[in-house]
């Protein structure tokens, strides 16, 4: 689009036509009335408050309307007063060609660049076929199942506890996804206009989706030089619901020691594991011990091996530093075509050896440089986030949190494969417009080396797809508006795990609207989303000053909407992380449950039954001591 000019006549296609409805905005912009627009199948039609058309299942209807958040769903006969539908009058035709491809013909000579920007090429969601697209994720983060656990047994979390990247790799996203795409990394970019539901601000987002051209029935993960280093330290022989470092006659709901939950998840590991693959195992407390040589899988007694990790117990130190060393050491010569990869499990509390976070960043990204990448697998309630969190920003580097050794098990069905396997390395984002600037970056771990023109995403890692959505699929920038320009030019730059680059330039116009406005619900989910993050960390981060003896205040963004304070390392503590109880101010326990309201009905709008465990998360702060 990039070379688009007033009073040209382009013409894209997209494959396939689609065999079910288009999104209600689409065909708001096709010019349908409001009586022709047509929802899938067990989707009823409705309109938000400002007007825009929503296709949402029926059980939700009456909630919307419960909320105020919907308008009467029959009987709409004037789009202008209703609707508006924001329609343009321009030339269109779209048909099914004899090779089934969809063909759109605008003419645009009415408009300005801008504009015709403005009226990019329908999104339309992917048809799903048997070989479907697997998608993109960025590494760091891939659950907030710590956040989860402090909360469900009465902690106060770290703010680290939850991030965005995380909090996304809970859910599938619509990415925008139009063209088809052949690359091994394909973005595309979707936006929205929304009110911040306590300041009332018009805000900018715009997300990047992750897309790929990698067939799923294409995937292979490479052969693997495992290196799986335990933490047997006494601290993993508390039970999994408290902290180590809380009065050890302290009542426990959970019989099970984090290092019970700790070896059954290796144990499982163990049965991902190919003829082809070589493992090793060190073990660390004050020191490390070498448990096995990285050897073959081929010749390896498994049901003996799985035993003698069950048998693994804690005692000591934690010398972090010593069993990263170790096992780092264990890699020698490397084969080309393997991937090098140490998963560390851990609950992330040094304190002994290099504990300094500099030194353990070294060690890690020394490792990432030589092709040796990490993955963090975090166990207890205590395990600290602070530490882990800033170590995965490095390339090729993510990290899981054990909640149950049950549901790590099953999560590791679906999941190994792809946390061992990255795919995309130094992607970066350039935009090339005066109009609009960075404010925010969602759903990277990178996000603090943002600028106002540059996007930094160290891995991106294969996710799963369904339904034409992708798991943890998008990146949310947020704009900041500084002219009146509203045309978007994006270049990306990317580098694959075979060392190839790639990239693409594209064109992106975000229209004038004066009401909320989502492109798609992948975008809208985002929104949500990212601002669900903000006021959690605004929360966490106020309630521990309030701990350490400064005056609890109304909160800033009742004023200056959802944002994240500026803190000067008091919330992090000591690596050993001694707990903190759960409280909720009556400031902010009305903020939950205002923002509750908002959430409940934005949720039923997009219609994601996931989205409920935040909604249970939002209910019990609101009640908290109230």
């Known amino acids: 689009m990039g070379n688009v000019e007033p009073g040209d006549t382009y013409t894209t296609t997209v494959p396939a036509c689609f065999q079910e409805p288009l999104a ?41 309307l419960r909320l105020g958040w919907t308008v009467d769903i029959s009987g709409h006969t004037d789009p202008d007063d209703t609707w508006n539908p924001q329609s343009k009058p321009y030339d269109r035709r779209v048909y099914c060609n ?14 300005t660049l801008q504009e015709s920007l403005s009226l990019s090429s329908p999104r339309m969601a992917a048809p799903q076929a048997a070989d479907q697209n697997m998608g993109l994720a960025v590494g760091g983060a891939q659950d907030v199942n710590n956040f989860r656990a402090n909360v469900e047994n009465g902690y106060l979390p770290l703010h680290t506890d939850i991030t965005y990247e995380g909090l996304f790799y809970d859910y599938y996203f619509d990415t925008g996804r139009g063209a088809e795409c052949k690359a091994l990394f394909c973005p595309s970019y979707s936006y929205a206009v929304s009110a911040d539901p306590f300041s009332g601000e018009r805000e900018y987002y715009l997300s990047v989706g992750l897309n790929s051209g990698l067939k799923e029935s294409d995937f292979n993960r490479r052969d693997l030089n495992l290196v799986i280093v335990l933490d047997v330290s006494g601290s993993m022989g508390a039970p999994f619901d408290r902290y180590y470092y809380d009065d050890p006659l302290a009542a426990s709901t ?11 998840a290796v144990a499982g590991l163990v049965d991902h594991l190919g003829p082809d693959d070589n493992l090793g195992m060190v073990l660390f407390n004050n020191g490390a011990h070498l448990a096995k040589p990285l050897e073959s899988m081929g010749s390896a007694d498994r049901d003996r091996l799985k035993a003698n990790i069950m048998g693994i117990h804690e005692g000591g130190g934690t010398n972090m530093d010593a069993g990263m060393n170790l096992g780092t050491s264990l890699f020698g010569e490397t084969a080309d075509g393997y991937e090098n990869r ?36 975090g166990v207890g309630v205590d395990f600290n986030t602070g530490l882990v969190e800033a170590l995965t920003k490095i390339r090729g580097a993510n990290y899981y949190s054990v909640h149950s050794a049950e549901e790590f098990k099953n999560r590791m069905v679906d999941e190994f494969e ?4 990255p795919l995309v390395f130094d992607l970066e984002l350039n935009l090339e417009a005066d109009g609009y600037e960075i404010e925010e970056v969602y759903g990277s771990p990178e996000a603090d080396q943002a600028t106002g023109e540059i996007m930094r995403v160290s891995t991106l890692f294969p996710s799963r797809t369904e339904d034409g959505q992708t798991r943890g699929g998008i990146i949310l920038l947020k704009l900041e508006r500084v002219s009146d320009d509203a045309v978007l030019v994006l270049s990306t730059t990317y580098e694959s795990v075979d060392g190839e ?27 949500l989303l990212a601002r669900y ?42 690596w050993e992380r001694q707990s903190a109880p759960l409280q909720v101010s009556d400031h902010h326990r009305e903020a939950f449950s205002e923002f509750h309201g908002y959430f409940g009905a934005e949720a039923a709008a997009i219609g994601d039954e996931a989205l409920r465990q935040e909604l249970e998360v939002l209910a019990k702060l609101a009640d908290h001591g109230g």
């Open 24 to 64: 209600p905005y689409i065909q708001v912009r096709q010019g349908l009335a409001p009586d022709d627009i047509v929802c899938k199948e067990g989707l009823v039609l409705a309109a938000r408050e400002g007007g825009d058309p929503l296709c949402i299942r029926e059980e939700s209807v009456q909630t919307l």
């Open 98 to 111: 004899d090779n089934l491809k969809v063909e759109v013909e605008r003419h645009i000579e009415e408009y």
């Open 254 to 264: 959970d019989a099970r020691t984090k290092m019970q939950i700790a070896n059954e």
């Open 342 to 377: 140490i998963i560390f499990l851990t609950d992330a509390m040094p304190n002994l050896g290099d504990i300094s976070r500099a030194g353990l960043f070294k060690t890690v990204s020394d490792n990432s440089e030589n092709g040796i990448h990490t993955t963090f697998i």
């Open 418 to 421: 792809l946390m061992v396997t």
């Open 501 to 527: 680059t790639g990239g693409v330039r594209m064109a992106v116009g975000i229209g004038p609207h004066d009401r909320d406005y989502y492109e798609n619900t992948g975008v809208w989910k985002g929104v």
């Open 533 to 574: 993050a903000d006021l959690m960390k605004a929360w966490i981060l106020d309630e521990r000053a309030a701990l350490a003896g400064a005056p609890v205040v109304r909160p800033s963004f009742y004023d200056d909407g959802i944002h994240v304070p500026d803190h000067d390392g008091w919330a992090l503590g000591q």
